[in-house]
């Protein structure tokens, strides 16, 4: 099944190289703003462990088509790319949180659960976005432990939701302080399976690669879109896993349904493992790791709203169940 996955995921890629359209999009000339939450309450109120949270605020540029503005200062933005034709151009900055915590909320921890553990990190990014592509590159710089503040946002979370809850969680072993650098390069394809005025569906398959200390993995996805003015988006944005994108394109009114299957080839993940300098790292992570994906999404005249949900397999060894979150995102265009 794999190996099948993998095949017909090379095809797509190659069909989409070879037959793409060369024409170089329209631009967006809009600024947006985005907020981002993940959460497995967002899918089981009572569920709090592994994945427990994550938040973003962020800002994407508005499109710049640098073949016909060539006195641009920015214009060396274009060639950050593998393939540098018929595309425009836009970065994107952002503050991102993650926050782990184990199943068991008692003070004396399984050493078999998952670890506490927080990340702060900044985001800077550059997309290159084709008639039938996008392209992204991104560098993540941040800290874990006590500095990625995420036991004190989960404190008062949990506090805020419930007035009666007065017990500090024992995050005092929680993953301890480290500087993070991760790279990021995912490429994204279109795939048209079939177009009317009223309903499309699109196939977009990802390949994604991280390094660094923080997160190292080869990740590669389809998802599947059906509904109205897919060209308006080549799907949401995500933070933990699946493809991560850079929403509506245009003004134009777009709603859809998607749903995705993955695969992810894990050698590096600091909120399981541990920090780098560990002489035996806390778990043994699971090295191939898959999830399911599905949501919706409605857009129009630069406001976009979504709801998901990420199904994923066990992490690590002692892991005893899968995992499920939800993700709601809100992205306003100005």
């Known amino acids: 099944m794999k190996k099948l996955f993998f095949l017909i995921f090379i095809i797509f890629i190659y069909i989409n190289n070879i037959y793409a359209v060369e024409i170089t999009p329209t631009p967006y000339k809009k600024h947006k703003i985005i907020i981002l939450s993940e959460n497995d309450a967002y899918f089981n109120q009572y569920s709090d462990k592994y994945y427990s949270a994550g938040q973003r605020i962020g800002y994407i540029s508005k499109e710049f088509d640098f073949s016909s503005d060539n006195n641009s200062k920015t214009k060396w933005l274009k060639y950050v790319s593998l393939y540098p034709k018929n595309n425009v151009t836009s970065f994107n900055i952002g503050i991102n949180q993650e926050i782990y915590t184990p199943e068991d909320k008692s003070l004396n921890v399984s050493e078999y659960d998952h670890p506490y553990a927080g990340g702060l990190y900044f985001t800077f990014g550059i997309n290159q ?77 990802t390949a994604s690669l991280s390094l660094g200390n923080g997160s190292t993995y080869f990740d590669f996805n ?76 409605i857009s129009y005249k630069g406001f976009e709203a979504s709801y998901g949900i990420t199904h994923k397999s066990k992490e690590y060894t002692f892991q005893p169940k899968n995992h499920t979150y939800g993700t709601i995102l809100l992205s306003f265009a100005i």
């Not at 592509?133 to 805020?160: C, P, W």
């Not at 809850?165 to 490429?187: A, M, R, T």
């Open 129 to 205: 976005r084709r008639a039938n592509s996008l392209e992204r590159i991104n560098i993540q710089m941040g800290v874990t432990g006590k500095y990625s503040f995420a036991q004190d946002v989960q404190d008062f979370i949990h506090s805020s939701v419930n007035k009666d809850h007065n017990k500090k969680l024992p995050w005092i072993n929680q993953v301890g302080d480290e500087f993070i650098f991760n790279f990021l390069y995912s490429y994204t394809g279109r795939i048209p399976m079939a177009e009317s005025k009223i309903i499309s569906m699109h196939m977009l398959p």
């Open 222 to 297: 389809t998802r599947l879109l059906i509904g109205h003015n897919l060209a308006t988006s080549f799907g949401p944005l995500k933070m933990n896993y699946g493809a991560d994108m850079i929403g509506a394109v245009n003004d134009d009114f777009s709603i859809y349904l998607y749903g995705g299957l993955g695969y992810r080839f894990v050698a590096r993940n600091i909120y399981i493992q541990g920090n780098t300098w560990e002489d035996n790292f806390r778990h043994k992570i699971e090295p191939f790791v898959y999830y399911f994906e599905g949501g919706l999404v």
